[in-house]
């Protein structure tokens, strides 16, 4: 049976870890809110791209770019997989790698954007092509990095096909591992506009409008693929970084109610332990008096 002086040694130590605790969740608190406004300010210009993609696509019905054709044929395809740097934050890196793992690792190579995704990979001992990392706030330079090599591997023909699985931001409470398909991209025509979980996702209406392109519908799409490529990559690290600290500030958050709850448990254990030994005490004084009364 443990003494009163292991009790409370125990509950300082809880009320330090809740301290540690409650101080991480304030900091994911603040840096969630951030990632969370760029986030949803992002989602109405990666709409909008999508939009003008299919207009444009439409407009350009005989128009082909090496971007929109398949590659590579019986190569093998690559799957960018965008983690976190950082754990503490709940079972989001689990359930991402998780999804990783169900790649074939025999006819797929991977490119990490993240360090717990590298670590992962190396681990695993899958093919890891590239590591890139990335910032609390993500730039767009990073994303552009990504998306480069990607559309390199692709054009040369070293992969069929490209994929990304990152985190999707939902809500505070909900973030769910999710694979998008990135190149080619006329694998992504036809898709909801948006990111999955926005408020204002709505189905691509190709050739619902006439438009007129100058020079002409070709010209324009060739320079807006890659702008667009790189634009979907930005999008999708700003929803991974929100989707990180929401998690992190959410398991923050049960830690330290659970730190209290245990603290509450020892106080009442250590009570009970401290009142029994009075009256312990207080038999035995008794016990005495009546001896020698």
Known sequence: MPSTRDIRRRIKSVKNTSQITKAMQMVAASKMRRAQQQALAGRPYAELMNEVLAEVTAGASDFSHPLMEPSGEGKKRALIVVSTDKGLCGALNSNLLREAGKADRDQTVFISAGRKAAQYLARTKRELLAEFSYKDSPEFAEARAISKLAQELFLKGEVSGVDILFTN?????????????????????????????????????????????????????????????????????????????????????????????????????????????????????????????
């Open 169 to 293: 931001f939902v809500t505070t409470l909900n973030q769910h591992p999710e694979i998008k398909p990135f190149l080619p991209v006329a694998e992504i025509t036809g898709i909801k506009a948006g990111v999955e979980g926005s408020s204002s996702q709505q189905e691509l209406k190709e050739g619902s409008q006439d438009f007129l392109f100058e020079p002409d519908a070709g010209s324009v799409l060739a320079e807006l693929l890659p702008h667009y490529l790189n634009y979907q990559m930005y999008q999708i690290l700003l929803e991974s970084k929100a989707s990180e600290h929401s998690a992190r500030m959410v398991a923050m958050k049960n830690a330290t109610d659970n730190a209290n709850q245990l603290i509450k448990d020892l106080t009442l254990e250590y009570n009970k332990l401290r009142q029994a030994m009075i009256t312990n005490e207080l038999l035995e004084i008794t016990s005495a008096a009546m001896a020698l009364g």
